[in-house]
């Protein structure tokens, strides 16, 4: 079976895709006599001869030709063109010889999700534009991790210039030089103020949360008290901290007030200043592959318990959590943890009762996992019905329903794909607000809040396509609260047992939630 794609009357083949084996010389005499076989004035027709079968549909100046044998069933070859022609308009808006030379890698590609081997293979549009467009598992993983890393010095920049600007206004009620540039601690020897520990107990998803920064002496020497000097030498003033990231092309964001424009990763972990010595963090994040007529093929929910000492003083502690999980989840300490003291009391202690956690790091001390194919336990359900209204187009009705009442979602986005070159759609009734980006071809759905307040909400359009032009609906959010109810609950001193103030942050969020 062969595919060659907008071939013109001068029988110059653009794209050409052969599923079968055949010569270069056997494709140029059947394309050679095509244009004495064609008759003109078909919108869609077949000619055939001895041994083969031209089905061929025209396209603007261009012609998308089929050509099979004569055994095959002309039913499918005809559905089979119909396709092919459908996806072409997918990657082409003008059916330009350039253009479709400029995009012939991803044509190629998706002809290749519809015939394998020569027989037809059973997908719709929704699914090949899935399949064409899907990365590796390995990008994910990357981009998961790249993400973090920018998340946790973003972070970390804003809190270093909250404590700098503190600092600097202290300095000027005392009527001292606040601290920035000069001061005894920019020694020559000191090539930075700050720079990446490396942590005795580690996990993939921990990333340093601290950046460097390059200091430079200066020959002044500033008068105050040493306390001035001492905060001056762990960091630039607060302008020249900021020009610097500027420079390096980061965005900047104000450090007391959120801004408006931040993006989603910056809403998974917001910029909250610790001042406690110990900083316990709990990061979940979940991947949701689900079916538009119901069911899920897999539910997966990754969690990670960190902590971060700050003062080494309290090097030595131990953590007590509390699991309250009824799901069935999977716990796993990391290796130099005591699993044996987690197993009996569900502390969290190194194995080495004389060795402290490493300072100043983000360390991963327990993962856990969650798997399931149970609807059940979905956070957040999505149903999503097209129909088609007889008039070219399709009516839709989705509508959303919180499933876990004890959980609060925030920023929550629901994305529909929209068929292209229909124009806008025609929004009838609206739970929440919508935007519609023209040039993505993309309707957001959008709710601030969803909780048991507002736990099932509705959306209604009109618009020119076919009911798999819908699909994959793509779900984001963040959460608060803890997906598999794991809480931190205390943390002592392991010697003396004296309890130690701590800061405890939990982020659910989203890496993958699609309805296919």
């Not at 079916?291 to 969690?303: F, P």
């Not at 290796?335 to 190194?350: A, M, R, T, Y």
């Amino acid at each position: 079976m062969k595919r060659t794609l907008n071939v013109s009357i001068a029988i110059s083949a653009i794209i050409s895709r052969q599923f079968v084996e055949m010569t270069k010389v056997r494709i140029e005499g059947l394309l050679a006599a095509f244009p004495k076989l064609m008759n003109s004035g078909k919108q869609h027709t077949f000619v055939e001869t001895e041994s083969v079968r031209y089905v061929y549909q025209p396209l603007e100046k261009l012609y998308m030709l089929l050509i099979t044998t004569k055994a095959s069933n002309i039913l499918e070859d005809l559905e089979t063109l119909r396709l092919f022609s459908r996806v072409v308009p997918e990657y082409c808006k003008n059916m330009e010889e350039s253009e479709i030379v400029d995009n012939a890698f991803n044509i190629i590609f998706a002809f290749d999700e519809i015939v394998a081997l020569g027989y037809r293979e059973s997908v719709n549009l929704a699914q090949i534009r899935t399949f064409v467009e899907m990365d590796s598992h390995e990008e994910k993983v990357y981009q998961a991790v790249r993400q973090t890393q920018e998340r946790d010095a973003k972070i970390k920049m804003r809190e270093k210039a909250k404590e700098l600007q503190r600092a600097r206004q202290e300095a000027s009620k005392r009527g001292v030089k606040g601290p920035g540039f000069g001061g005894m601690g920019f020694s020559g020897s000191s090539g930075s103020s700050f720079s990446t520990p490396t942590p005795v107990v580690g996990d993939t998803l921990s990333s340093p949360d601290q950046i460097t920064i390059k200091s430079f002496s200066v020959a002044s020497k500033p008068s105050g008290s040493s306390k001035a000097m001492k905060l001056g030498s762990k960091g630039k003033d607060v302008d020249s901290f900021v020009d610097q990231l500027k420079s390096e092309g980061e965005q900047v964001i104000n450090a007391t007030i959120p801004s408006k424009g931040s993006s989603a990763m910056t809403k998974v972990a917001p910029a909250i200043q610790h001042t406690e010595p110990v900083q316990m963090r709990i990061e979940e994040k979940i991947t949701l592959l689900a079916k538009r007529d119901g069911g899920i093929d897999n539910l997966e929910v990754h969690g990670l318990v960190m902590i971060k000492v700050t003062d080494e003083n309290f090097g030595r502690i131990q953590v007590q959590l509390d699991n309250r999980d009824e799901k069935g989840i999977q716990l796993q300490t990391h290796p130099n943890i005591d699993k044996e003291l987690f197993k009996s009391k569900q502390v969290i202690g190194l194995k080495n009762p004389a060795k402290p956690f490493p300072l100043n790091t983000d360390v991963g001390v327990l993962k856990y996992r969650f798997q399931t194919q149970d609807e059940s336990f979905l956070p957040l359900s999505i149903n999503c019905w097209p129909s088609e209204n007889g008039q070219n187009g399709c009516d839709v009705n989705i509508e959303y329903e919180l499933e876990q009442e004890n959980m609060e979602l925030n920023d929550v986005l629901i994305s529909i794909p929209l068929p292209s070159g229909v124009g806008g759609p025609l929004i009838g009734d609206c739970d929440g607000e919508y935007n519609h980006d023209s040039r993505k071809n993309i309707l957001t759905w959008s709710h601030p809040v969803i909780d048991v307040g507002n736990k099932s909400g509705s959306l209604e359009f009109s618009i020119g396509g076919h009911p798999d032009d819908f699909f994959p609906v793509n779900i984001s959010f963040v959460s608060k609260k803890s997906y598999c109810d794991l809480r931190v609950i205390d943390v002592v001193l392991l010697d003396g047992g004296n309890p130690v103030k701590f800061s405890n942050e939990t982020v659910f969020y989203v890496e993958r939630y699609e309805i296919v």
